[in-house]
């Protein structure tokens, strides 16, 4: 890498007189003097003319070069599918960048992001990631990689690139062919120097972001394109356009300079870029064609081919009929991105269309302005649940050997170990990664909870929580009544374990018209102890091992089983005056006769929750089951929090717990099942098991 360092830094210093010229030039308005070569000028030019002015030269006025049509948007906008935030969790390196389809199946990111077949198959791809016309997150579909049909690579020192053959989808619904790509040439009519670039990048893993405008292409290697911009440094990997949408560069270094000065002489501060010309690459894999097998040989060529790119526009997804669950091979996903740019300066102007434009204007000093534009009528889309800035300030502690997970002896004189997983899941068990402690085990350890995660459902088996009474209640009593805080808009993968075996936004952003990302163990309950503590506990249970999908009415409607802890503490432990502590486990419960699915992934109709605590004679616990099966009809049709509806009954039952084991393989042990209320109440019998639908919080018997 010292090398490749080395060879950008003097290929810069070699092009800084030439970039000079051209600023000079286009500054005073000589913006097609800017191109040393007659005959490239004047293919460009000419290509430029029948995309302005189709009727011929008479028909125009002004700086061609300036010039942009409507289309630029609408082309703009589809092009941009194609383009993919790349992570990479190789055996010793995690990468982040950017990449983009080129026809066929194929994906094309730098070498030093994906420097070889290892990396290769430790990677994934995700599209879509980044906000629509109403600021939510859009739909993502994931993709991984297989290096095994196709991999092609050339190091970064030479001409940097790799191309691979798109794998399996891992996550999302849309197919590649709905996504387009970006053809490939080695026309020399596809750029002149002086004109501006248009770069769509993920720069520090964010959502999807393009830098129009203020990106000057000032030098030319035979190799390489030299372009400087005052916008966000962009992500390897990331394509580099014309205004046409013709793909002439692959992105691959960028590092600050301060070349350009403001009309009082003072430096202005941007990113010297370069970028890998794609017609050198384009010729570097025309050669290699020769040297693959039929397959690889047969992509290769289908992806050279100069088609235009092509898309289809999808509408929301649907849910199918029950059905088994899907098995997935594993893959491993980043955790954490490595910074790769900077946050926009003060001036600036961002506009969303679907993709976010950043153009500069005016002096660096003036003031930012913030503009969104909706150029979509808002009542065609399906608009989502609006979500609070306050979560912003959750800091994860990425230290997780700090965290002691859920104490088995929390309740004095009880041992409540985890509950045991039959022979089945024992099988669907998702492992922690290799090194991890007790990996085999699956206990992932937080702050005063842990949980185990099912690597088929990609979702938690249980979770299980200890609550501390009197902490908990102060937090509670703040607002007299059993209410969530607004969720936040940042959620966490865990490192360890495989972000395959986990569900991640991608779905949750792909269903949120009808899923909220809704807490097993809620926000609030392992919230105590002393300040660090509760902090790290609340961030904890934004991780998306703890999460799980919630139809939006379900996850804000159920407010039984959301204050089902609290009326245990008031009613049964403090009113006992016994340790005031509880334990609480739950999770869902799936049933293959009866659960939808959202693409691949099985929906659960159910969920339970068991709490256990000191009563004034002895243990106590009540088990319920929750059904949110009813409610999947709805889709989510308006913005901000669902309006009450009488008629929105979620049904809760307070039932054996022998039945909730029986429904979800887990074994919770004697002294729970020994500790049922249920059982000691003259409770009718249903159908031989103990099931009462509740409708009030009495009803739950916290004696």
Same mark, same amino acid.
């Given at each position: ?8 830094? @003097? ?150 690139? !790799? ?23 080695? =026309? ?16 520090? +893993? ?23 911009? %005052?916008? /966000?440094?962009?992500? =390897? ?23 350009? @000065? /403001? ?10 870029? @370069? ?79 679907? $993709? ?105 088996? *249980? ?51 009808? *899923? ?13 102890? %002393? ?16 999460? =799980? ?7 804000? !409607?159920?407010?039984?089983?959301? &204050? ?12 006992? &005056? ?12 799936? /049933? ?6 959202? &693409? ?22 009540? +088990? ?20 009450? $509806?009488? =008629? ?18 887990? /074994?919770?042990? %004697? ?15 249903? +159908? ?16």
């Amino acid at each position: 890498m010292a090398d490749f360092t080395t060879a950008v830094r @003097e290929r810069f210093k070699a092009t800084s007189k030439d970039r000079a010229a051209v600023r000079r030039l286009v500054a005073a308005g000589r913006r097609v003097d800017a191109e040393p070569s007659i005959d490239r000028s004047r293919a460009f030019v000419r290509r430029r003319m029948r995309r302005v002015a189709p009727r011929g030269p008479e028909a125009f006025t002004g700086d061609m070069m300036e010039a942009l049509g409507t289309n630029f948007l609408s082309e703009g906008a589809q092009i941009r599918r194609a383009v993919g935030y790349v992570e990479v969790n190789a055996p010793r390196r995690s990468v982040t960048g950017s990449g983009f389809l080129i026809g066929a199946g194929l994906f094309i990111t730098n070498c030093h992001v994906i420097e070889d077949a290892a990396a290769a198959r430790g990677t994934q791809v995700i599209f879509d990631k980044e906000i629509d016309e109403l600021g939510r997150p859009r739909a993502t579909t994931t993709f991984l990689l297989d290096p095994d049909r196709l991999l092609l690579l050339s190091p970064p020192e030479e001409l940097d690139y !790799a191309v691979v053959a798109l794998g399996q989808r891992s996550n999302g619904m849309a197919m590649p062919e709905e996504l387009g790509f970006c053809a490939l040439s080695d =026309s020399p009519d596809r750029h002149a120097l002086g004109i501006n670039v248009n770069i769509i990048q993920h720069p520090r +893993g964010w959502s999807k972001m393009a830098a129009l405008r203020k990106n000057l292409l000032v030098a030319r290697t035979d190799t390489t394109l030299h372009y400087e911009t %005052d916008t /966000d440094q962009g992500s =390897s990997g990331a394509p580099v356009f014309n205004d046409d949408w013709d793909v002439i560069a692959l992105h691959h270094w960028g590092e600050p300079f301060l070349a350009v @000065e /403001d009309d009082n002489g003072r430096p202005i501060g941007g990113s010297l870029n @370069e970028g890998v010309r794609i017609s050198a690459i384009y010729r570097d894999l025309e050669a290699r064609l020769t040297k693959l097998d039929a397959e690889g040989g047969k992509l290769l060529a289908q992806a050279l081919d100069k088609g235009k790119p092509q898309t289809a526009l999808t509408g929301a997804r649907r849910l199918t009929p029950p059905r088994p669950a899907v098995h997935r091979e594993e893959a491993h996903s980043l955790i954490g991105a490595k910074p790769m740019s900077t946050p926009s300066e003060p001036g600036t102007i961002r506009i969303t269309l679907p $993709l976010e434009i950043t153009i500069r204007i005016g002096d660096s000093a003036a003031p930012a302005l913030q503009a969104p534009a909706v150029l979509v009528a808002p009542q065609a889309l399906a608009p989502a649940r609006s979500l609070t800035r306050a979560a912003e300030a959750l800091r994860r502690d990425n230290d997780y050997a700090n965290r002691e997970g859920y104490d088995a002896d929390f309740i004095a004189g009880h041992a409540l170990p985890l509950p045991k997983l039959n022979a089945r899941l024992k099988k669907q068990l998702a492992p922690l990664r290799d090194g991890e402690p007790d990996a085999k085990d699956g206990e992932l350890k937080y702050v005063h909870f842990s949980v185990k995660v099912n690597k088929i459902r990609q979702m938690a088996i *249980f979770t299980a929580t200890n609550i501390d009474g009197e902490t908990y209640l102060a937090v509670n009593r703040k607002t007299g009544a059993v209410e969530e805080a607004a969720e936040g808009d940042i959620w966490f993968n865990d490192p360890r374990v495989s972000g395959s075996f986990v569900l991640g936004q991608p779905f949750y952003g792909e269903w949120s018209h009808l *899923f909220d990302r809704g807490h097993l163990t809620r926000r609030s309950d392992p919230t105590w102890g %002393d300040a660090e503590d509760a902090e790290r506990a609340n961030a904890d249970t934004f991780h998306f091992t703890n999460c =799980s999908p919630q139809h939006f009415r379900f996850n804000q !409607a159920a407010r039984f089983w959301q &204050g089902a802890e609290r009326y245990v503490l008031e009613n049964g432990v403090l009113a006992a &005056g016994q340790g005031k502590r509880i334990s609480v486990f739950q999770g869902p419960i799936f /049933d293959d006769r009866i659960d939808l699915s959202a &693409g691949e992934v099985q929906i659960p109709s159910c969920f339970f929750k068991i709490v256990a605590w000191e009563g004034a004679d002895g243990l106590k616990s009540v +088990g319920l089951v929750v059904d949110q099966k009813n409610l999947l009809a709805e889709e989510r049709r308006f913005i901000g929090t669902p309006n009450d $509806l009488p =008629s929105v009954d979620v049904a809760q039952w307070r039932v054996n717990i022998g039945t909730i084991e029986k429904r979800t393989g887990l /074994d919770f042990g %004697d002294a729970i099942r020994d500790a049922d209320t249920i059982r000691t109440n003259g409770q009718p019998l249903v +159908g031989g098991e103990a099931q009462i639908l509740v409708r009030d919080f009495a009803d739950l018997l916290p004696v």
